[in-house]
């Protein structure tokens, strides 16, 4: 008689699907916080922006007598700032008076942040 010699190394199917239904809530709980870690950097990039851009705008105040200014005036390579590198597509002023919090808007389509120089 030939003995029949069984192979019972490896994983079942119950034991595959439990695995992958653990790293399935797993990654379910760590989504939510990588979001708010990137809806914080992108707040942080913009608040950043902002604090520039009203630098430069002061800066302008003082240089030239005034006090209000277009976006146009204080961004280009060779203005007070080089670049305004948006991070979430959000929309700044396209103004600046002296004195007035700014407010950029439609940060990842939903947030705005104000910044009160």
Known sequence: MKSINKSTKGFTLVEIMIVVV??????A??????QK????SQDKAVMNN?????AAADQYFLENGVSSVTQSSLVGSTNYVKALNT???ETYPSGFTQGITLTVSGIAGARTVTYAP
């Open 22 to 27: 653990i790293i399935g809530l797993l990654a």
């Open 29 to 34: 709980m760590a989504i939510p916080a990588f």
């Open 37 to 40: 870690v990137r809806q914080s």
């Open 50 to 54: 902002a604090r520039q851009l009203a």
């Open 87 to 89: 991070v979430a597509n």
